[in-house]
Nanobody, 124 residues
């Protein structure tokens, strides 16, 4: 059974940085895309960033482009989300997800596996 486990969330001041990790296990993810999503209280889950295990192409939401960086370590089966210049509006639960590219990479519907989420809180 495929499993994704996020870590690295926490409380940070505006302007600070955090690095989230997503450890993947229990499956073969080489043909999957890996995405990060977030959900703030009272809001819908939204796309943050994505990449595949097999290419260096990366994709970002406009609100985080230039501040966040998605990367991977194939040997560790881990995907990272480096978040710089954090803003209070980045406060949310961040989720890692894995799926096959059968539609828009930013659509949550293509992702079959989800982590439990990690809280990121940015204070002003």
């Amino acid at each position: 059974q495929a499993q994704l486990v996020e870590s690295g969330g926490g409380l940070v001041q505006a302007g600070g940085s955090l690095r989230l990790s997503c450890a993947a296990s229990g499956g073969t993810f080489s043909s999957y895309v890996m995405g990060w999503f977030r959900q703030a209280p009272g809001k819908e889950r939204e796309f943050v960033a994505a990449m595949s295990w097999s290419s260096d192409a990366t994709y970002y939401a406009g609100s985080v482009k230039g501040r966040f960086t998605i990367s991977r370590d194939n040997a560790k089966n881990t995907v990272y989300l480096r978040m710089n210049s954090l803003k209070p509006e980045d406060t949310a639960v961040y989720y890692c997800a894995a799926g096959r590219l059968r539609g828009l990479i930013s659509s949550p519907t293509i992702y079959d596996y989800w982590g439990q989420g990690t809280q990121v809180t940015v204070s002003s």
